[in-house]
């Protein structure tokens, strides 16, 4: 008996010694991405993903799941949030009806180019972090898309030419472009406009020449704008939970491979506006920049719905706009 007795007690010291000696297991990070897996942001997205699960020696695995497959554009946010899943990448704009403050990178004509995009950012990022940590979200890395041009079935010269178009929304601002062009917005997530192009649902919209490469849009889409209108960005969060859990260490290496996402997400939204609007006119489509008369027609539509969203965002836009317009 007091052999049986030993045995046992040595056999579950054994057993304590390899739990013990034992690796804690990787976690894996579900990230959804609301654009194909051929997107630059998409791609960037793999990148830093691959950077971390490197990084962390497996300690965290992000799989990425790009075009919708997890969750839906609309829902990627309230996902992470909620923690249904660790990480996702998101058009913060989208959700300016939340915070006004996510609508800093869609006020039509105030940053125009890539470097005045930059600028706009700095000016707001802090601010933008803190709102969005209030909803237990924790802020990795943003990349702007290319400039915002117009999209028509058809020769446009003024906005009066825009009258009673089916418009493609995806946030506020798009929403009241159209209010304040005669236009019918309708609200279509980015995988979806193909087939509401096809289909008449959509008539125009305003997005970059990154969407309509991507989505083939010469197909059914005569006609796109250079008007660059604003350079609305994607937002790369993780739940705060999730985040807080990390070691000092593996936090450590996150923030270093979303640092180096956002720099060379920068550097492919410049190189990929060249590349899609060039392949916008070899695929047929119209592709120029518009006429005086509609450049001086949007730029009136710009100053109005700047002054709605600092009115709408009160003293911390006025702070960030300020701030821009200083540097």
């Known amino acids: 008996m007091k052999t049986l007795i030993k045995s046992t007690a040595l056999a579950s010291t054994a057993l304590i ?10 976690e894996k990070w579900d990230m959804p ?28 695995e992000i799989v990425t799941h790009p075009g919708g497959s997890l969750f839906g554009g609309a829902e990627i946010k309230r996902a992470v949030q909620t923690g249904q899943v660790q990480i996702g990448e998101r058009l913060l704009s989208a959700h300016a009806n939340e915070d006004p403050l996510f609508g800093i990178d869609s006020i ?22 803190a709102a969005l940590e209030e909803q237990n979200l924790v802020m990795l890395y943003t990349v702007p898309w290319p400039p915002q041009g117009m999209y028509f079935n058809k020769p446009v010269d003024s906005v009066a030419d825009m009258e009673g178009l089916k418009f493609r929304a995806y946030n506020a601002a798009t929403a009241k472009l159209a ?12 995988a979806e406009v193909s087939q509401a192009f096809a289909t008449g649902v959509a008539e125009s919209m305003v997005s970059s020449g990154a969407t309509g490469y991507d989505r083939k849009l010469w197909e059914n889409v005569s006609h796109f704008y250079a008007v660059d209108a604003w350079l609305p960005r994607n937002a790369v969060m993780v739940n705060k939970d999730a985040w807080d859990g990390l070691s000092d260490d593996n936090k450590e290496v996150v923030r270093g491979c979303a640092a180096t996402a956002e720099a060379e997400g920068l550097d492919k939204a ?11 006119a070899e695929n047929g489509m119209t592709v120029g920049d518009p006429s005086d008369k509609l450049k001086a027609d949007l730029a009136e539509i710009g ?4 002054a709605e969203w600092l009115e709408s965002a009160g003293d911390k836009g006025k702070t960030i706009v300020d701030a821009y317009k200083a540097m």
Do not use: R
């Not at 209010?179 to 980015?190: C, D, K, N």
């Open 270 to 280: 410049k190189a990929y506006t060249t590349f899609t609007l060039e392949g916008l």
């Open 17 to 26: 010694a390899v739990a013990f000696a034992a690796p804690a297991a990787a």
């Open 33 to 60: 991405l609301a654009y194909s897996a051929s997107n630059f942001h998409s791609e960037n997205a793999a990148v830093f993903a691959a950077c971390v699960t490197e990084g962390t020696g497996g300690d965290i």
């Open 303 to 306: 100053e109005t719905m700047t």
């Open 108 to 129: 039509p004509f105030l940053a125009t180019s890539f470097d005045d995009s930059v600028k706009l950012w700095s000016a707001a990022e802090d601010a933008v972090g």
């Open 179 to 190: 209010e304040l062009t005669g236009m019918l917005p309708v609200q279509i997530e980015a």
